[in-house]
């Protein structure tokens, strides 16, 4: 069975500029969360998204943004990109609360 | 809202040790609990999880972990450490009455040959 894909693996982009990651979950999982990892902040929740709509957000500027499909998968925008956006963004998918998150491993995104 | 904490953000042993990793979390109804593990520039692995039954949980490379109730704990622990146990590592807490999971800030474990 798959797991979780996320592409592109790295990116580097300028300030300003506009960036959209995806993630493909493990099939049958219907909930895909993204979180976003920094070395000073730790694992920060972004949002989760079940069957196309946004259950969970968690606490960032309207530039970051995420959409999910009908076949699951799910993208993740950012917007005006500054150099704090600079990061380890995580996408995991999970069948339910009660059943763990599997994690893809992640896009690097660096800001110049 | 759902808060877990890990206690020490760095931990070092010595090969061989036990390893013996802390979480608490708060919450006030019944919890399922996680651990993952993480290497350099890859995602989270899931190491074990409580959901309900036993409270001693066995996960991979010999990890395990107790669910104490009464002390709103889940700790990590292994018996003897060993070189390639040295990661990242986090715990987690999700609730059946939302649909977000909680993360830990994650403790640094380094192994001493």
């Known amino acids: 069975k798959a797991g979780v894909t996320q592409t592109p693996r790295y990116l580097i982009k300028t300030r300003g500029q506009q960036v959209t990651l995806s993630c493909s979950p493990i099939?049958?999982?219907?909930?895909v969360s993204w979180y976003q990892q920094t070395p000073g902040q730790g694992l920060q929740f972004l949002f989760e998204y079940f069957s196309e709509t946004q259950r969970n957000k968690g606490n960032f500027p309207g530039r970051f943004s995420g959409r999910q499909f009908s076949n699951s998968r799910s993208e993740m925008n950012v917007s005006t990109l500054e150099l704090g956006d600079s990061a380890l963004y995580l996408c995991?998918?999970?069948?339910?609360?009660?059943?763990?998150?599997?994690f893809g491993d992640g896009t690097r995104l660096s800001i110049l | 809202a759902q808060s877990v904490t890990q206690l020490g953000s760095h931990v070092s042993v010595s090969e061989g040790a036990l390893v013996l990793l802390r979480c608490n979390y708060s919450s006030s109804v019944p919890p399922y609990l996680f651990w993952y593990v993480q290497y350099p520039n890859q995602g989270l692995q899931l190491l074990l999880k409580?959901?309900?039954?036993?409270?001693l949980v066995k996960g991979i490379n010999g990890f395990e972990a107790e669910f104490k109730k009464s002390e709103t704990s889940f700790h990590l622990t292994k018996p003897s450490a060993h070189m390639s146990d040295a990661a990242e590592y986090f715990c987690?807490?999700?609730?059946?009455?939302?649909?977000?999971?909680?993360f830990g800030t994650g403790t640094s474990l380094t192994v001493i040959p």
């Open positions: 409580y959901t309900t039954g036993a409270t």
């Open positions: 099939s049958g999982h219907r909930s």
């Open positions: 987690a807490v999700s609730e059946n009455t939302g649909n977000q999971f909680y």
């Open positions: 995991a998918s999970s069948l339910s609360v009660d059943q763990p998150q599997h």
